[in-house]
């Protein structure tokens, strides 16, 4: 089992960035999947997650209405959209595989990727 994000970077405050999260060693479409990030000093928050089918969203108080998550289960990849960029969204971004197909916040994730780095500078 191995997720691997990807699309961090360095955006300006108002931009907007794409993580992916590409599962490999198991079939994406039977699980949810949940983004969290962490920035340093600060506890892991989560940022949203989604249902084995896509119908079900959930997200953090601070990133309702600018992020967006949604998945490809023929590519076996969840995306994390995220518009509006502030500088307290730079953090490090986690995917990872939920217990439940339709996962919230309060859910268990057994499997973690590395992370991929996201910068907003003012």
């Known amino acids: 089992v191995q997720l691997v994000e990807s699309g961090g970077g360095l955006v300006q405050a108002g931009g907007s960035l794409r993580l992916s999260c590409a599962a490999s060693?198991?079939?994406?479409?039977?699980?949810?999947i949940g983004w969290f990030r962490q920035a340093p000093g600060k506890e892991r928050e989560f940022v949203a997650a989604?249902?084995?089918?896509?119908?079900?969203?959930y997200y953090g108080d601070s990133v309702q209405g600018r992020f967006t998550i949604s998945r490809d289960n023929a590519k076996n990849t969840v995306y994390l959209q995220m518009n509006s960029l502030k500088p307290d969204d730079t953090a490090v971004y986690y995917c990872?595989?939920?217990?439940?197909?339709?996962?919230?916040?309060?859910?268990?994730?057994?499997?973690w990727g590395q992370g991929t780095q996201v910068t907003v500078s003012s």
């Open positions: 990872a595989k939920a217990d439940a197909r339709v996962p919230g916040p309060q859910s268990d994730f057994g499997s």
């Open positions: 060693g198991f079939t994406l479409d039977y699980y949810g």
């Open positions: 989604i249902s084995w089918s896509g119908r079900i969203t």
